[in-house]
């Protein structure tokens, strides 16, 4: 008489491929159907393969990187830490933390460094007591697996090297220096309550401090009802006003415990600042001795290159919303351009002839809203300077900005170079082309 | 001419190789197709065996006449070199069309032959037909013994499942089990010392099936008192955030700006009620996995009693669910967040206290 193959006879190759292919939720499932599939089920390879999918774990650790004594242990603790929340929610926050981590390991340690462990369910609490609200899903897991940055504490010179290490970045343009932060519970709580009192913010009101500059007031809020991020602009201490920094229609389910659609905006704006860093799009810039994430992207579109005559101008521009002043028709956006110039290593030729240096004398820009121009100017000099190039020297950078009345524009223009130097000319003046770049509210605003 | 005499060439110049499976029958294959089989290739390599009626090469056990038959058109299908990728693909699809148990033998066949891309076809159907079903329904759906205790069966899926009928079981188990060791507690003098046994539920089980009347195991002591108290100061703790939160969402949604509004947005009526629905069911969850690391230092004949009323209670839940669910969601709208109590209580007024979860 022939037994019958049950499910559980099958053999280990077979078994194997079914539960790796059946994933976590319903091998769990399985092991619990009978004694010898609980066995089975038990293998740590197969936890092993699930830690991996999931987590992009190697070794086997729990969410504070605690050493687990097997994949199947550590799956199962990260499901308990976090048992309270959709698992397919856990392993997207954790992914979007993943991909700033693994961007910042290669470019920028020193910022990883200042990124605090997460906040236990009791901290959130707490935060959720004491400012009067809800924190959406989404944020709540982003704080789970980090708690905001550390920053160096005030007063020295020192600092000026520390405040350059947040996360989201910045610029610098003539004195108007910016280094966003993501916050800390501690000072979310603190930021928050300082915003009441002296910006006249209802206590009611359900919106929080999550990310800040040290220097300029540049304070990033997020609305904990609709989940939605807000930026101040210049009349934010006036009129509370502020611009929103993700687009809406993203924004869905911020407090739904069911299903796997949250997404708030704290987590699309971390995703697509994690996506612009892997991409080049932004990266690190260094002025002075210090390095810092630009905010000013480097790679076209949003970058115009031109070269002539060996002489090569980069240009890119980033919206600056704690400048704007939405109420002022003519000067409602403002932006802020970096423009990156350079001999290239063959030297300055004109007409056959080869120079060893130029010297800017000359600026001249044509800025648009939208099609239109509304601005053409000529100048001495950039910035007050006359930069001097020589061949496969570091980029001569400035920065600078305009106003625009509306939300799209562009810049373009030219310099007028003399070979040699001023002092000095060897020949006669060149234009330089410096392609338009543009001028654009962007849909994700840092 | 003797039988031992190499295999009788057909006219078409063919060679065939001879197998045997287990209820004695031997088979004659073409050799390209037979060799597609690496178990048979091995044998024929290695040993020589398979060129004639006497030297058929040995099955293992799980191949009979029918399944090699199976595993045989599979194998005379995929040895030719000339079929497309979407070929294959659409006599894959067509092949593993067959009921449960058929399959489960050809997994097992194909495995002890070795036949991996065949394992992998048919593990792949046997993994589409377990997917989403409940441990009951694979268990019927394979013939399974049930042999796994209640609590052993509902432990796993603690944390992965959003079933809340699991959820309210493993509640039951963590109530029923304070219970008990209470009532342990009352019974027994000496108090002194709250012992922990941290022995798995398996070894409890062999213990209860007449394993040594000595309890092995660590024992150690814990401050379950700190426990305790932890608990309670979570449910404040979790009791006085509802409160102000529902508080706060009578209050009218209070906007922080007067100005441009053009950017800003005012929380609508609905997503607030919709907050008050799960802002519950944040805590509650909370409370369950404290419940659970409720040490296990019962006497094991209450277990069992335990195990059965559970049971009992799976049994009923399941079998009147819809009208309970019914019943709980009409409870929930109405229902204030209420702490929940920990008295041993009727099933009735464990559901409305949890009512406010739906």
């Known amino acids: 008489m022939e037994r019958e193959v049950g499910l559980d006879q099958l053999g280990d190759l077979a078994l194997h491929i079914i539960l790796s292919k059946l994933g976590p939720e319903d091998t769990v499932r399985v092991s619990c159907v009978s004694r010898r599939l609980r066995l089975s089920t038990s293998e740590d390879s197969l936890w092993a393969l699930f830690c991996f999918q999931d987590l992009q774990l190697s070794t086997p650790q729990d969410h504070q990187g605690n050493p687990a004594s097997s994949f199947k242990a550590a799956y199962q603790l990260w499901r308990e830490a976090f048992a309270m929340y959709p698992w397919p929610l856990v392993k997207r926050v954790k992914r979007c933390w993943d991909k700033l981590k693994n961007w910042l390991s290669n470019d920028f340690p020193e910022v990883e460094a200042t990124l605090r462990s997460g906040a236990s369910e009791s901290d959130i609490q707490q935060l959720e007591t004491r400012l009067k609200v809800k924190l959406p899903l989404p944020t709540r897991l982003l704080y789970r697996f980090h708690d905001g940055q550390e920053r160096t504490d005030e007063g020295h010179s020192s600092t000026w090297l520390g405040s350059s290490l947040g996360i989201i970045g910045g610029y610098s343009f003539y004195n108007h220096l910016v280094n966003v932060y993501l916050l800390p519970i501690s000072q979310v709580i603190e930021g928050t309550r300082m915003v009441i009192r002296h910006l006249g913010f209802s206590s009611r009101s359900k919106y929080i401090v999550v990310a800040a500059s040290a220097y300029r007031p540049k304070k990033f809020f997020l609305n904990c009802t609709n989940g939605q991020l807000y930026v101040g602009t210049s009349n934010l201490p006036t009129d509370g006003e502020m611009i929103q920094c993700v687009p809406n229609a993203l924004i869905r389910s911020v407090h739904d415990l069911h299903g796997d659609q949250q997404q708030d905006a704290m987590l699309l704006w971390l995703e697509e600042h994690g996506r612009r860093l892997e991409n080049g799009i932004i990266k690190v810039c260094e002025e002075g001795n210090v390095r810092s994430i630009s905010l000013f992207p480097e790679v076209p579109p949003l970058c115009s290159t031109a070269v002539t005559n060996g002489v090569q101008v980069r240009a890119s521009a980033a919206f600056v919303p704690e400048l704007a002043n939405l109420q002022d028709s003519a000067e409602k956006y403002l932006f802020a351009y970096s423009i990156r110039m350079s001999l290239l290593p063959g030297g300055c030729i004109i007409d056959g002839m080869t120079f060893s240096s130029c010297q800017l004398n000359w600026r001249h820009w044509i800025i648009r809203a939208n099609e239109a121009i509304i601005s053409d100017v000529n100048g001495e000099a950039v910035i007050g300077q006359f930069p001097l190039l020589h061949p496969g020297e570091n980029e001569f950078v400035y920065e600078s900005c305009t106003p625009l009345s509306s939300s799209s524009g562009s810049v373009e223009g030219s310099f007028t170079f003399v070979p040699g130097r001023l002092a000095d000319p060897k020949g006669r003046p060149f234009d330089v082309q410096v392609a338009r770049f543009p001028l654009q509210k962007p849909d994700y605003v840092f | 001419m003797s039988e031992g005499v190499m295999a009788v060439v057909k006219p078409e110049m063919k060679s065939y190789i001879w197998l045997q499976t287990t209820d004695g029958s031997i088979q004659q294959v073409e050799e390209e197709v037979a060799m597609f089989c690496p178990m048979i290739c091995r044998e024929i390599l290695q040993t020589g065996m398979g060129s004639s009626k006497n030297y058929a090469i040995s099955l293992p056990q799980r191949v009979n006449p029918a399944i090699l038959g199976l595993i045989l058109d599979y194998c005379r299908f995929h040895q030719v070199p000339g079929h497309s990728n979407k070929e294959r693909k659409t006599f894959n699809e067509k092949f593993v069309r067959m009921d449960t148990k058929r399959l489960c033998e050809l997994t097992s066949a194909a495995d002890s032959l070795q036949l991996k891309p065949l394992v992998d076809l048919t593990s792949r159907a046997l993994a589409r037909i377990i997917e989403g079903k409940t441990p009951e329904e694979i268990r019927e759906t394979f013939h399974l013994p049930d042999d796994l205790t209640e609590e052993e069966k509902l432990e796993p899926l603690r944390n992965i499942t959003d079933d809340p009928r699991i959820r309210l079981l493993n509640r039951l188990y963590a109530r029923k089990r304070k219970e008990l060791k209470e009532r342990e507690k009352l019974k027994n003098v000496e108090v002194e010392e709250e012992r922990v046994d941290e022995r798995s539920v ?133 229902r204030r967040l209420v702490p929940m109590s920990i008295n041993g209580e009727g099933p009735m007024s464990r559901f409305s206290s949890l009512g406010r979860r739906y």
């Open chain 2, 202 to 334: 398996d070894d409890l089980l062999s213990f209860i099936n007449g394993g040594d009347q000595d309890s092995k195991g660590v024992r150690t002591t814990k401050n379950k008192k700190k426990n305790r108290r932890r608990k309670e100061q979570l449910k404040h703790s979790s009791d006085s955030v509802d409160v102000n939160y529902n508080k706060e969402l009578d209050a009218a949604p209070a906007a922080c700006n007067q100005g441009n509004i053009d950017n800003i947005l005012v929380p609508t009526r609905s997503k607030t009620s919709k907050l008050q629905d799960s802002s519950a069911v944040i805590f509650s969850p909370k409370m369950e996995f404290d419940d659970a690391d409720i040490d296990d230092d019962i006497d094991p004949a209450m277990k069992e009693e335990l195990d059965r009323e559970v049971e009992d209670f799976a049994r009923r839940l399941n079998s009147d669910w819809p009208e309970r669910m019914q019943e709980i969601l009409s409870l929930g709208h109405e």
